[in-house]
């Protein structure tokens, strides 16, 4: 069992030399084979070694017994020792989630304070552990990323002892003399775990003595499969990605389209990922691909907060906001003002005929205007004046391809009721100057 230990920890390149390593000690043969196989190997690598003992306040005297057997043992091996006690019962009420569950997070949460941001984490789960997550991760439902199961690092938490199984573990904690202690609790079926590890397990072993190695072995060639696939994603999803602003992952719909499906949910998942650090469901991902397949202009929002959008030839990935308030500044003239929802900064004057224009400037017949100047964002029943009639501001931003979430703040430069100029868009034809205009109205919009 050493020398397989040793091997996962240099073939997965766990820990570099003078490493600060925080090991999760429970006070079980796992535990204590794993903290004592560390410490044989601390003088050659110049490890930093601590163990970390949690009490989840969950079994009385034999919870105190453990934390002292923990102590007792590091204090053998030299090693430092941070008991750290929860109420995990009361945790899991405040957090509406299960005791296990509940005390898991607890558990990584400690040992990522010990170690600080410079550190790593040792756990010492084995190769039952393993085919029990795989098991527990198929009950459940889950796609290949699932069937890989535990991997031997991630994020700096390292498990050297993943390829052994329990009996070499406790054949190596008796050659070495070393006692353990048994949670008299992995004897109860309360927990899902137990029930795969005292019922499940057992019985699989029956088909075939070697179950679980082999479900151990097929999670570690899912997993070399997994990281090929990750690779390619990662190239698709760079290939079909268009240009966004800063907050917003832009897809084009008809490469997205084009791809294997397999290939497909996998670029929509990196998508979610660029907002989302937790992983989705499969229903989520195919939410995603059955909104690709509608109208422009469709769209979901996901409890987590990301808001998928059709923007024409685009699925547009975004946090959800609250819809922007409508907002509205009288304009007096000869005076600049900013308008904070835009960004712009906005000027109105009257003037004779000549002045220059440019694309950020218009010029309007003032005499035909009735009303205060406004800058204003659209409202119900906007219309704007054409060549022979009107057009709904809401049709204009349609037919000229404006996103959904960017109409609610396009500036509107409106006297009273009726709109001069939809910026960017188009102009009035009723307020244009002609033959007769004797006094003119030069409206300038300026980035601040």
């Known amino acids: 069992m050493w020398q397989k230990a040793r091997n996962t920890i240099a073939q997965f390149h766990m820990f570099p030399c003078h490493a600060k390593i925080v090991v999760g000690l429970s006070g079980g043969a796992d535990s204590v084979a794993l903290l004592h196989v560390l410490c044989s190997l601390k003088e050659e690598f110049g490890w930093e070694i601590t163990a970390v003992h949690i009490h989840h306040g969950l079994r009385g005297e034999d919870a105190d017994g453990d934390a002292a057997f923990a102590k007792a043992f590091c204090t053998k091996l030299g090693v430092p020792c941070h008991v750290r006690k929860y109420d995990v019962k009361a945790e899991a009420s405040a957090r509406k989630l299960g005791e296990e569950e509940t005390g898991r997070l607890l558990r990584y949460t400690a040992f990522r304070e010990v170690a600080g941001e410079e550190g790593y984490i040792a756990v010492a789960h084995h190769r039952k552990d393993q085919a029990e997550t795989v ?15 535990m991997s031997p690092v991630r994020e700096k938490i390292c498990r050297p002892l993943l390829f052994c199984s329990r009996e070499e573990i406790e054949q190596y904690c008796r050659e070495n003399d070393l006692m353990w202690r048994e949670d008299a609790t992995n004897q109860e079926e309360t927990y899902t775990r137990n029930k ?23 999670a570690e060639l899912l997993s070399v499969e997994e990281d090929f696939l990750e690779g390619q994603a990662a190239a698709c999803y760079e290939k079909v990605k268009a240009d966004a602003p800063k907050g917003e992952v832009r897809l084009r719909r008809k490469e997205l389209q084009a791809l294997h499906p397999a290939m497909r949910r996998r670029v ?25 397949q509608k109208e422009t202009g469709k769209s979901r929002d996901f409890l987590e907060g990301v808001h998928a959008e059709n923007r024409y030839d685009v699925l547009v990935l975004t946090m959800k906001k609250e819809r922007a308030e409508g907002y509205r500044y009288l304009l007096p003239l000869g005076e600049s003002v900013f308008i904070s929802e835009t960004g712009l900064r906005i000027t109105a004057w009257t003037g004779e005929k000549g002045e220059l224009l440019s694309e950020d400037m218009k010029c309007f017949d003032f005499d035909k205007i009735h009303g205060e100047l406004f800058c204003r964002s659209r409202k119900t029943g906007d219309v704007i004046s054409i060549k022979n009639g009107r057009k709904k501001v809401k049709d204009l931003f349609i037919d ?11 500036p509107l430069i409106a ?12 102009v009035s034809e009723k307020f244009q100057p002609d033959a007769y205009t004797k006094k003119y109205l030069y409206v300038k919009i300026e980035k601040a």
């Open 196 to 218: 795969l590890r005292l019922r499940v397990l057992p019985l699989l072993s029956e088909i075939n003595s070697k179950a679980e190695e082999h479900i151990s072995e097929t």
């Open 268 to 292: 929509l998942r990196k998508a979610m990922e660029a907002f989302l650090s937790a992983d989705f469901s499969q229903a989520q991902i195919e939410a995603l691909e059955d909104l690709l």
């Open 400 to 410: 000229e391809k404006i996103p959904r979430n960017e109409r609610e703040t396009l």
């Open 415 to 426: 006297a009273g009721e009726e709109i001069l100029w939809a910026v960017g868009l188009r």
């Open 135 to 149: 098991l527990m991760r198929l009950c459940r439902g889950t796609g290949l990323r699932g069937l890989t199961g």
